[in-house]
Nanobody
C-alpha cells in the first residue's frame, strides 16, 4: 500500500511562489509516476502536472505551463511542484497522486493512490 502526504500549501498574494511537496511511502517510489491535481471551490478536480518514474517525461496543463515545474527526488521518495507567478485562479486544494507506471497521466481515474491535499490560496 502507498501513502502520500502533501505539504507546503499556504496563503499568499498574487505573483508569489510556493513549493509543494509530496512524501511517498509504503512502496518503492522510483517505480511510481506522479501526478498533481487541484480542485477549486465548486469545480471538478483537474490535472495540473505529471512526471514519470525518471524526471525525463513531464506534462503540464496549459494553464500552468511556464509557471509551474514538477520534479522528483527518488532518493528522498518525494515529489515536488514549484509554483511561480501564482494567480488568484490558482486557488485550490492541491493533491498529489501516484500510479505504478513509467509515465504519468492527465486522467485522475488512472491514479490509484492519492494524498489528502493541501490548500493554496492566492489573493489579488
Amino acid at each position: 500500500q502507498v501513502q502520500l502526504e502533501e505539504s507546503g500549501g499556504g496563503l499568499l498574494q498574487a505573483g508569489g511562489s510556493l513549493k509543494l511537496s509530496c512524501a511517498h511511502s509504503g512502496r518503492t517510489f522510483s517505480a511510481y509516476s506522479m501526478g498533481w491535481f487541484r480542485q477549486g471551490p465548486g469545480t471538478e478536480r483537474e490535472f495540473v502536472a505529471s512526471i514519470g518514474v525518471r524526471d525525463d517525461y513531464t506534462e503540464y496543463a496549459d494553464s500552468v505551463k511556464g509557471r509551474f515545474t514538477v520534479s522528483r527526488d527518488n532518493a528522498k521518495s518525494t515529489g515536488y511542484l514549484q509554483m511561480n507567478n501564482l494567480k488568484p485562479e490558482d486557488t485550490a486544494v492541491y493533491y498529489c497522486a501516484s500510479r505504478w507506471a513509467d509515465r504519468g497521466s492527465v486522467y485522475r481515474e488512472e491514479y490509484r493512490y492519492w494524498g489528502r491535499g493541501t490548500q493554496v490560496t492566492v489573493s489579488s
